[in-house]
């Protein structure tokens, strides 16, 4: 069959109502789970099913002309919410992080203050009595019970929300995670119409499995960081600075690297000083305005950020071979393999600022790729902060690691089988060594010829 023939409406939405009914099947598999390490199972197996479909998706939207027919978006849209509400109601067992969120909204809730006492501190013991359940949850060597809350005020403001309104439910976690991805939709929408693209291309958001499993059957929170990651660009595009600088603002305030990445990818675009100093003033002034709830607990805070970059490790080939080599080896403090790091991105980011080139966007999720190439934490839900990179012909090395890091699930699986952890790093090789070279690639294609496509698409 031709592309022409693809792209006429009536093929186009057979193949998306199909594509749909097969990520579907994969997303009920979840629920025959009759234990917590089935389930985990079941999860990978579910990314296993609609992998193949998206993919399709993918290659359908590439190859051919996607038809700008309402009723092929409604398809995508209508589709997204089937997904979700088959997901939502799943108990989240993939990972414990969603524990930690629901618990320092009620710590917050009860008046106090999460950076200043750990889930253990005999100041909370009436938190844990009252919720008795998720006390002695929290109270589990997996949670880290002696150290203090971690994630930013962004995201200590959300935790506190589902507090306040639902009692710090899972569902209710899952509610507001729903509304942040619709913000997310909506921000790539705008950017989609600004480059006259067809909207079908939502499908690579919302049908995309790593975003169906992490968020609405683990409920992480990279997922807000990444919608206010793409509200900052969609306004950034539009010349609207102060309102870019408030979203990277919010957004470096639930993960610090990937939006601060972009902002220096963003500084660097800006065509005159006025565009710069607006951008940077307004992120500067929001990051730090977030903080003023949490002034109290501001420097336990940074101690306790400290230790996670100098200690806190996962599947972090790169990273731990270089903490072998300036830590280990030359004696150099802990946080010397960081603050190295932090160097070659920046640096990187001041070669995007020398080379310009008309395609920010790429820009962006190549800095951000390096900085999960070279991060100490190669978790899965980290690669949802490059989700949004798919809605605009995505390279090659991104689709690849968004549909082959969810193997590194098979960790915590292993982990929930048998008790014993084991990092398993050379599962990290196999997955990210693909993407590792064609990133590498399409770095030596950006700066050698700024002004032509930066690598393959899919």
Not at 88 to 99: I, Q
Request: charge should be positive; proline fraction near 7%.
């Amino acid at each position: 069959m031709s592309t022409a023939d693809l792209a006429q409406p009536r093929s186009f939405n057979a193949r998306l109502i199909v594509s749909a009914v097969a990520i579907e099947i994969g997303l009920l598999l979840p629920h025959f789970a009759e234990s917590p390490a089935r389930q985990v199972g079941l999860v990978l197996c579910a990314y296993a099913v609609c992998t193949v479909p998206y993919v399709y998706i993918l290659w359908l939207l590439t190859s051919a002309a996607a038809p700008q027919s309402p009723r092929t978006l409604g398809i995508v849209l209508v589709a997204g919410v089937i997904f979700r509400m088959t997901l939502c109601p799943l108990p989240a067992v993939t990972s414990p992080d969603v524990n930690r969120y629901l618990w320092e909204g009620l710590v917050q809730a009860s008046g106090h203050n999460p950076y200043a006492l750990p889930p253990d501190a005999a100041e909370l013991a009436d938190v844990r009595a009252r919720h008795p359940e998720l006390g002695q949850r929290m109270l589990q060597p997996d949670l880290h019970p002696g150290i203090a809350a971690v994630y930013p005020p962004t995201a200590q403001a959300l935790f506190r929300l589902n507090a306040e309104l639902t009692g710090s439910t899972l569902w209710g976690w899952k509610l507001i995670l729903l509304v942040c991805e619709g913000m997310l939709v909506w921000a790539a929408w705008l950017y989609l119409r600004k480059r006259s693209i067809e909207p079908v291309w939502l499908a690579a958001i919302v049908w995309c499995p790593l975003v169906l499993l992490e968020v609405y059957e683990c409920g992480h929170l990279d997922l807000v960081g990444a919608a206010f990651l793409m509200l900052g660009l969609a306004a950034w595009q539009r010349k609207r600075d102060v309102s870019a600088g408030i979203a990277l603002g919010l957004a470096i305030n639930v993960k610090y690297m990937w939006p601060g990445l972009a902002l220096l990818v963003l500084v660097g675009a800006s065509r005159s000083g006025a565009r710069r100093a607006r951008l940077f003033v307004a992120t500067l002034v929001t990051t730090l305005l977030c903080w003023v709830p949490y002034r109290d607990g501001m420097l336990s805070a940074i101690t306790t950020s400290r230790m996670f970059a100098e200690s806190w490790t996962f599947n972090d080939v790169l990273f731990e071979g270089l903490r072998k080599v300036l830590v280990h080896g030359l004696q150099m403090p802990p946080s010397a393999p960081f603050i190295v790091t932090l160097v070659v991105l920046s640096t990187l980011a001041f070669s995007l600022s020398l080379r310009r080139s008309q395609d920010t966007w790429r820009d962006v999720w190549l800095l951000v790729g390096v900085g999960l190439l070279l991060s100490p934490v190669a978790y899965p839900w980290y690669f949802l902060w490059i989700v949004p990179g798919l809605v605009l012909r995505p390279p090659l090395w991104l689709v690849i690691w968004i549909v082959s890091v969810p193997l590194l699930h098979l960790v915590h699986w292993k982990y929930v089988a048998t008790g014993q952890w084991d990092p398993m790093p050379n599962l990290w090789l196999a997955v990210g060594f693909v993407p590792g070279l064609l990133l590498i690639r399409a770095w030596w294609q950006r700066l050698m010829h700024p002004r032509q496509g930066t690598n393959r698409s899919l």
